[in-house]
C-alpha cells in the first residue's frame, strides 16, 4: 500500500500566519497591560503637593515606572495591527521617551523595555504561546 502526503505552501503559510498573528495581538496587548501595571504599582519617589489640586503626589523613584498624576501617559499607549503578522504600539505623550531613557537631569524611568523583556519571558515560558495553541 502507497501513501502519499502532499504539501500545499500557500496553505501552510496561511496557517502560520494566522496562529503568528495571534501570537502577535497577544503580546502586543500583554506588552500594554505590563507598562499600566508597571504605572499603577507602588511608588518610593518624593512625596509633594500638587499646585492645582492640592493633594499629595508620590512621584516615581529612578528605575521604576512612572507615577501616574494625571493619566495622560497611561491613555496615550494606543495599540495597532496593520497586517496580520504586525502589531504597533505608540505612545502618544512626548515626554514618554525622556522616561524611559532620562535626561542629563532626570534618571530613567523605564517602562517600555521591562514590558517587553516580561512579556518576552511570558512567551519562551509557553505563557502566551501555550494559550493559543
Do not use: C, W
Amino acid at each position: 500500500m502507497k501513501t502519499e502526503v502532499r504539501l500545499n505552501l500557500p496553505e501552510i503559510i496561511r496557517g502560520i500566519e494566522k496562529v503568528s498573528g495571534r501570537v502577535i495581538r497577544a503580546f502586543t496587548f500583554d506588552v500594554v497591560d505590563r507598562m499600566k501595571q508597571a504605572f499603577a504599582l507602588p511608588k518610593s519617589g518624593r512625596v509633594y503637593k500638587v499646585s492645582k489640586t492640592g493633594r499629595k503626589h508620590q512621584a516615581s523613584a529612578p528605575g521604576e515606572a512612572p507615577a501616574v498624576l494625571t493619566g495622560f501617559l497611561t491613555s496615550s499607549i494606543l495599540t495597532d495591527f496593520p497586517k496580520q503578522t504586525e502589531g504597533v504600539i505608540t505612545i502618544g505623550a512626548e515626554y514618554a521617551a525622556y522616561l524611559e531613557k532620562g535626561t542629563s537631569r532626570m534618571r530613567p524611568r523605564p517602562f517600555v523595555k521591562p514590558s517587553i523583556g516580561g512579556a518576552l519571558d511570558s512567551i519562551n515560558k509557553g505563557g502566551i504561546v501555550g494559550g493559543l495553541l
